[in-house]
């Protein structure tokens, strides 16, 4: 699907076929889509592909995505869960920034989730970091007013959490812990 394809257009739903592999950048940003499935053969969505989509309540992604790009779902206002797949290694920046309804997120074998992530993810209470986690920027979680835990999967290397606070390694052989900022 190309860039801008069915931006700002009224369009509710849409069926992507089982041969897509591409959706371009700012394909469906600002449209009126409610729900979207994402066909496993897609294997790049570009940055702002769903910015702005505020009717969007559901989308499910593709196992073959290995980056969530940039703002690629931010401010779809209505967006409540989100299942990242296992291929995934980042969350970019402001990929689910202003999602005030986001109030579950699984995020798979993640290693780095980047700056404002999730910034403004107002409903969302608690999320598990997993074990693969490597880099956190500070401000990933900026701004989620809800929040009120974040915690480690266990067999994480860098990071710890110890009620609800993460302690982030200082990066010695027997590692000390210090607070992150979230």
Do not use: H, M
Request: aromatic share 6%.
């Amino acid at each position: 699907i190309a860039e801008n394809a069915v931006n700002n257009a009224a369009v509710k739903t849409i069926t992507l076929p089982s041969s897509l592999k591409v959706i371009g950048k700012n394909a469906f940003a600002q449209s009126g889509l409610t729900a979207v499935v994402i066909p496993n053969g897609v294997t790049s969505i570009g940055s702002g592909a769903f910015r702005g989509a505020t009717a969007l309540e559901s989308a499910t992604l593709p196992n073959a995505i290995e980056i969530i790009e940039a703002a690629t779902f931010k401010d779809c206002l209505k967006l409540a869960k989100i299942v990242i797949p296992a291929a995934v290694q980042i969350v970019s920046a402001d990929a689910f920034a202003g999602c005030k309804a986001l109030a579950s997120v699984e995020l798979g074998a993640v290693k780095e989730i980047e700056q404002y992530a999730f910034a403004g993810c107002e409903t969302l209470k608690e999320i598990t970091l997993p074990a693969t986690v490597e880099t956190v920027d500070a401000v990933s979680f900026y701004g989620c007013t809800g929040l009120q835990a974040i915690n480690v999967d266990e067999g994480n290397a860098k990071f710890k959490s110890v009620d609800g606070v993460v302690l982030v390694a200082n990066g010695d052989e027997e590692p000390v812990f210090d607070t992150l900022a979230i």
